[in-house]
């Protein structure tokens, strides 16, 4: 019994150790053999910034590639394309190259609707919301042509970036990456 005790404690500190808070469920079997399975919650904390403290983001001269895509839950074509941004980080994440998906959902939803949704479609990209009600003064400064609806997504590598207001398919966000890959 207090070995069974004991790994359930280092499952749990382990997890809890990670990136993203997960928690340990530990099950056991008929044959006294222990089986872990972890599983996200949705208690994490959830980066929530106004424009001037996500504008950081926008401007790293890192020599990363940054891939920047604004989306929301209740957006369909934001939604379908999520898939390949998790891809594209899965791909690239050895190549200097950092999703980011910047989440325009409503404050007042954000642990109903956000947090599950991260965790039932198992974002691994860092998540971020963006709550500046002052839309009119900050879409501009994200691109001076882009008209505020979504999904839109800049792509940039220190002092060169390109803006996009559309969806993409995987193969196209990949081609339009490879060309910040130099």
Known sequence: MKLNVLIIAIFLMASSCEGKKKTAEVLKVDNDELVKKEIATTDFELEVYDYDGFS???EKKDNK???INFWATWCAPCVKELPYFEKLNAAYKNESVEVI???LDFPHLY???LKPFIKEKKLISKVVALD???M???IPKVDKDWSG????????KNDNSKFYEQSFTYEELE???KQFLN
């Open 56 to 58: 950081a983001f926008l």
């Open 65 to 67: 590639v940054y891939v």
């Open 101 to 103: 998906l910047v989440s």
């Open 111 to 113: 642990d109903k609707k």
């Open 132 to 134: 500046d009600v002052d």
């Open 136 to 138: 009119n003064t900050w």
């Open 149 to 156: 609806s979504i999904p839109a997504t800049i792509i940039y």
């Open 175 to 177: 081609k339009e990456l």
